[in-house]
C-alpha cells in the first residue's frame, strides 16, 4: 500500500518535471511558470486569438479587458480591416468580440471571422451591446463559430456605450465592467478541458435585418480630408468623394462620425430622436 502511495507521487512528480521542462524549452512567459506552479498548466496550449469588430471602440474595450485576465499569450484580430490574417495553430483557441446591431451582429464582422478555419479548438463568443437588448446576436455567433470549425465553451455578453445615442451607457464598460470581464476571462481559462456544451438565449432563424433608410451624412464644413473614407470598415465612403455615403453599404457602425476631424459626419436628428425611443 505505501509502495503504491509512493509510485502514485513518483508519477506526479515526473509529470511535474516534464511540465517544467517544457517551460524551460520554451521560457515564453511567467504567466505559464505560474499556472504550472498552481497545477492549472493547460498541456498543448499556445495562444489565444481574439478577434474583434469595434468601429467607436466600445467593444474593443471589452476585449482588451477580457485579454488582460486570460494570463496568456494572446494575438489581436481587428476584424474592421479588410485584409486581416492571423494564424491559427491546432493548439490554439479564439475568442470572438462582437457589437449587436439591432439585435444582430454585422455581416461583415462573421464573413470576415470565417476567414479563420478551425479543426475543434476551443472558441469563446462574446457580444457587445448598447444598454438595450442583445436579441439573437449571441446565438448568431456562437452558431457561426461552430459552423467554423471551432468547439464553443463559454460565451458571454457585455454592455458599451451606444454608439449612436452616446448618453445610453455613457462611460461603459467602466471599471466594474472591465473587473468582470478579467473574471470571466479567468473562468475560461479554466474550462480548456472542459468539453461540455455551451446554451445561449436566442431565437433561430434570427431576427430579421432591416435595411436603415438613413447613414451619417457630410454637412458643408467637411474638409474633404478622406480620413472617414480610409477607416469605414465597409468602404461605403468614396475616397475620391469623402462627403457622400454609400447607402447600400453602409452599416451606421458610426466610426465616420467618431473619426471625423471637424464633425461634420452625423446622423439625421429625427433617426437619433427614434433610437432613444428603442
Not at 25 to 39: L, N, Q, R, Y
Request: net charge negative.
Amino acid at each position: 500500500e505505501n509502495d503504491g502511495n509512493f509510485d502514485r507521487l513518483r508519477i506526479k512528480y515526473e509529470h511535474f518535471m516534464m511540465d517544467l521542462s517544457l517551460l524551460f524549452t520554451f521560457p515564453d512567459s511567467k504567466a505559464k511558470m505560474k499556472s504550472v506552479i498552481e497545477g492549472r498548466y493547460i498541456m498543448n496550449f499556445e495562444k489565444w486569438i481574439i478577434a474583434h469588430f469595434s468601429p467607436t471602440g466600445g467593444t474593443k474595450k471589452v476585449a482588451d479587458a477580457i485579454a488582460a485576465g486570460l494570463d496568456a499569450p494572446v494575438v489581436e484580430m481587428d476584424l474592421t480591416k479588410e485584409d486581416v490574417r492571423v494564424p491559427l495553430g491546432d493548439h490554439d483557441a479564439l475568442i470572438a468580440v462582437l457589437p449587436v446591431f439591432a439585435g444582430r451582429v454585422p455581416q461583415i464582422s462573421l464573413e470576415r471571422l470565417a476567414e479563420l478555419k478551425g479543426s475543434g479548438q476551443k472558441a469563446v463568443a462574446v457580444v457587445v451591446y448598447g444598454n438595450r437588448e442583445f436579441d439573437d446576436a449571441l446565438l448568431e455567433t456562437k452558431n457561426a463559430l461552430e459552423a467554423g470549425g471551432f468547439q464553443v465553451i463559454a460565451a458571454a455578453a457585455f454592455i458599451a456605450e451606444h454608439s449612436i445615442v452616446r448618453s445610453i451607457a455613457a462611460g461603459r464598460p467602466d471599471a466594474e465592467d472591465e473587473k468582470i470581464a478579467r473574471q470571466f476571462a479567468a473562468n475560461v481559462m479554466g474550462k480548456l478541458d472542459d468539453p461540455t456544451p455551451v446554451n445561449v438565449p436566442g431565437n433561430h432563424p434570427y431576427r430579421e435585418l432591416k435595411p436603415s433608410e438613413c447613414h451619417p451624412a457630410a454637412d458643408e464644413t467637411c474638409v474633404k480630408c478622406g480620413v472617414c473614407a480610409e477607416q469605414c470598415p465597409v468602404g461605403a465612403i468614396p475616397l475620391e468623394a469623402p462627403s457622400e455615403t454609400l447607402g447600400d453599404v453602409c452599416i451606421n457602425c458610426m466610426r465616420c462620425v467618431q473619426v471625423c476631424p471637424v464633425s461634420s459626419r452625423a446622423l439625421p436628428e429625427p433617426f437619433v430622436a427614434g433610437a432613444t425611443q428603442m
